[in-house]
């Protein structure tokens, strides 16, 4: 753990240096040196201009803040965690979540990183059911003494219901039912139609805590080795607003668990925590960030992302 949280500190550091300059970057940040200069270029340009769009959007979501709102309703996001809300985006109502998520993972002496830009696009058919579509789209990973592969990602696309409140002890509950479409990049796709089965449940708590729990299946998913087997799936969250008066509960932090258990013997489970932080800029806007970290070999070692969300209609 010593290891990769002294990488995180490096590699942000080298960031810090280079002012975002790949040049200067690739002689700073060993696990970033590759002999193509224009795929490290890219990977920076991408970056940087997701990032630049984001602080575009906060300053218009400040103009709009300003005009009478209704902090009643505000949007509910499936991210920055993995637990998935068990609400839906309401009647006919258009909602996108984005953002830029990096990964690195070191096996067996194999430095790898990834940068992508994950995605669900959802649109309410009723105050109970939404349509999704979900991916990564693009994908840059680099591997220690290679350059970088650039590929389109596998999309999901799948459907979720909101089947009851949360009401004393019973929890608000739904339902995600996603396919997986083998539509990237061979590298970066599963090459076979996955489903994924979720159920969704959500409680508040008392002190503005409030819980989420996901479980479910996803069949079949395909090995290195061409294995297909099922994985059971879980995630739990816990939520609660920042104690900042200033700010009226819209400064939100989370801790989550979250990880794939493999049923049946030979492949390794993915384990890992993972926290962040998600702000309300308008009841139809939020940014939010996270970070994580591998618990078990399978999972990425360490990885972090900065998100936005937008309830458009």
């Known amino acids: 753990m010593k290891k990769f949280g002294a990488y995180l500190i490096n590699h942000f550091h080298c960031h810090s240096r280079a002012g975002g300059n790949p040049e200067i970057l690739k002689t700073l940040d060993p696990c970033l040196r590759r002999d193509d200069k224009n795929d490290q270029k890219a990977i920076y340009e991408l970056?940087?201009?997701?990032l630049l769009a984001m602080i575009c959007v906060v300053f218009f979501a400040n103009e709009v803040n300003a005009a009478s709102k209704n902090w009643d309703d505000v949007l509910v996001t499936d991210r920055p965690d993995a637990a998935e809300a068990s609400e839906t985006v309401g009647k006919y109502r258009f909602q996108i979540e984005t953002s830029f998520a990096f990964d690195h993972d070191e096996d067996a002496g194999v430095s790898t990183n990834n940068y992508n830009f994950p995605t669900l696009i959802k649109f309410g058919v009723t105050d109970w059911a939404e349509v999704r579509l979900e991916a990564p789209f693009l994908n840059?990973?680099?591997?220690?003494?290679?350059?970088?592969?650039?590929?389109f990602t596998d999309i999901d696309l799948g459907t979720k219901v909101h089947l009851q409140d949360n009401e004393g002890a019973a929890p608000s509950l739904g339902f995600l039912f996603h396919l997986t479409l083998p539509t990237g990049k061979d590298i970066f796709s599963a090459n076979t139609v996955e489903p994924k089965f979720v159920v969704l449940m959500d409680w508040e708590l008392p002190q503005k805590?409030?819980?989420?729990?996901?479980?479910?299946?996803?069949?079949?998913?395909?090995?290195?080795?061409?294995?297909?087997?099922?994985?059971?799936?879980?995630?739990?969250?816990?939520?609660?607003?920042?104690?900042?008066?200033?700010?009226?509960?819209?400064?939100?932090?989370?801790?989550?668990?979250?990880?794939?258990?493999p049923m049946m013997e030979g492949p390794k489970g993915e384990h890992r925590f993972d926290t962040g932080f998600g702000f309300l800029l308008t009841p139809d806007m939020k940014i939010d960030t996270f970070a994580q970290v591998g618990l078990t070999e399978a999972s990425p070692d360490i990885g972090t992302g900065l998100g936005f969300s937008w309830r458009i209609l």
């Open 209 to 261: 805590f409030s819980l989420g729990i996901n479980f479910g299946l996803d069949i079949p998913v395909t090995d290195a080795n061409g294995n297909k087997f099922a994985r059971f799936l879980y995630a739990g969250a816990l939520n609660r607003p920042l104690p900042i008066p200033a700010l009226d509960d819209r400064l939100g932090m989370f801790i989550e668990f979250a990880g794939a258990v």
């Open 140 to 151: 840059i990973q680099t591997q220690t003494g290679t350059s970088s592969t650039t590929g």
């Open 47 to 50: 970056g940087s201009s997701w």
